[in-house]
């Protein structure tokens, strides 16, 4: 019987030979793929340093907090860790190339809310972030701080609320862009307490801020680590907080959500991971950022700056994600943001 399926196949034409030669090999190279990244996930890390991309760019607050993840992760693990800033398209373009990295453990990518925010913000991502990367550990919950200059008339966040709802003057407030979180959470703040406020968008917070402490806008909405500054000399008056509780590193700083119940805007930061990297490496990976995040040092480090350390399960930081871009996209929507 084989030996006449081998004579019949010199009368089929070339073409069909190869096609059935190619089908056959298809399985074969799967699996032979397979066992080689199983493999190879038994001597993570011991081949070469990881590579941690940033999607914005070196000496921000994001880069702070991965060389800040960078440096004790590389201990843990016993290899070193490299960051990689690849800024551009609103974190889409280092996201994008960590999504079709390698999947074998040594590109990774530390990520922020705004991938998230992007998934309804942009028409084309360059990925696609629910099927092309794996989430592996939240490292950090990072607060928005509500501040306004001085010299608005309000001294807390019911008076700038009832300031806002009354519509007693202008409040023009900055933002770092068009879809940024500081946009957001104004929008979500105007539309819940029925204000007119004006979103003025700037390229990035510095510039906002900037404005801000001179008097050309009244109000900002800015990752925490990035106004303390000011908030400590007396620049800027912080008003609220945009998480869910109160910030231990402004402990008598309200949230948001104590005049507006249900108001809740937290930003984050984490790893996530090529999407067939082998499951070994996740949890080792997991595991060991989960350890950073418990190191006395780090979680001084990010309390410092106002933020708070998580170090998740890839489960739970999977479930989050879903949530996060739900929620992120409904924002997005609310606040008619583009990135046109």
Known sequence: MLAAQSNNSKNQPMETIMIRRHLFRLPLAAYLAAAGLAAHAQDWPNKKPISLVVPFAAGGSTDATARLLADKLGKEIGQQVIVDNRAGAGSNLGAAFAAKATPDGYTILFATSTITTNVTLYKNMGFDLRKDLIPVSQFALIPNVLTVNNDLPVKSLQEFVDYVRQKKGPVNYGSAGSGSASHLSGALLNSMAEGDMVH????????ANTDLIGGQIQAVFSPM???????????LRALAVTTKGRSTRLPNVPAIGEVLPGFEVALWNGVLAPSATPAPVIEKLAAAIQKVAQDPAVRKALTDQGSTPVGNSPAHFKDILAREIDKWGALVTLSGANVD
Do not use: M, Q
């Open 200 to 207: 003025v968008a700037y390229k990035g917070g510095a510039p």
């Open 225 to 235: 680590v990035e106004v303390l500054p000011f908030i400590d000399s007396g620049k």
